[in-house]
C-alpha cells in the first residue's frame, strides 16, 4: 500500500488556491447573471459619457465615509486593531453584503474575533446598525415633517410606517 504525506504547506497553498478559485467562480457566475442581457455597447457609450471628476469626488468620498465607519467601529469597540485594519474589515462587510443580504455584518464579527470577543463584537455590530437605521430614518423623517406640499395622507402612512 502507498501512502502520501503532503507537506502542511502544501495544503495551505490548495486551500488558497481552491478559495481563490471558488470566489472567481461565483464572481463570475454573478457577473454574468447581471450581464446576460445588456449590451455591451451601450454599457462602453455610458462610460464615456460619464465624468471624470464626477467619479473621482465620488470614489473620494465613498473611501471617506468608509474611513469615518472605521473610526466610529474604533470608538465603538476600543483598542485593539487599527483604523487601517477595520477599514478593511469594513470594506469587506459592504463587498460580502453586496453578495448576500448581511453576510458581511456576519463576516464582519467573524473578522473582528480575531482580536475581540465574539459576544463584543456581535453587539458592537448591532449597535452600529442600530445608529445607521437611526440615522436613515431621521434623513427620511426631518424632511417629511417640514414639507408643506405633501398630501396629508401621504404624511399619515409615513408616520404609521414609522411606527412600525
Do not use: W
Request: proline share 1%; aromatic share 14%.
Amino acid at each position: 500500500m502507498i501512502s502520501y504525506t503532503f507537506n502542511q504547506s502544501v495544503i495551505n497553498k490548495l486551500k488558497t488556491i481552491l478559495k481563490i478559485f471558488i470566489a472567481f467562480s461565483v464572481s463570475s457566475i454573478f457577473l454574468f447573471l447581471v450581464l446576460k442581457n445588456v449590451e455591451i455597447a451601450s454599457i462602453i457609450i455610458n462610460i464615456k459619457k460619464a465624468s471624470i471628476t464626477g467619479v473621482i469626488l465620488g470614489t473620494l468620498i465613498l473611501i471617506l465615509s468608509y474611513i469615518i465607519i472605521s473610526i466610529r467601529l474604533r470608538i465603538l469597540l476600543g483598542a485593539g486593531m487599527s483604523i487601517l485594519r477595520l477599514n478593511l474589515v469594513v470594506m469587506c462587510g459592504y463587498f460580502f453584503n453586496l453578495l448576500l443580504f448581511r453576510l458581511g455584518d456576519v463576516l464582519k464579527c467573524f473578522f473582528l474575533k480575531e482580536k475581540y470577543k465574539i459576544s463584543h463584537s456581535v453587539s458592537v455590530v448591532i449597535t452600529e446598525k442600530s445608529f445607521d437605521t437611526i440615522v436613515v430614518l431621521g434623513f427620511i423623517f426631518i424632511p417629511v415633517i417640514f414639507l408643506e406640499n405633501i398630501p396629508v395622507y401621504v404624511k399619515r402612512i409615513f408616520y404609521f410606517t414609522c411606527l412600525i
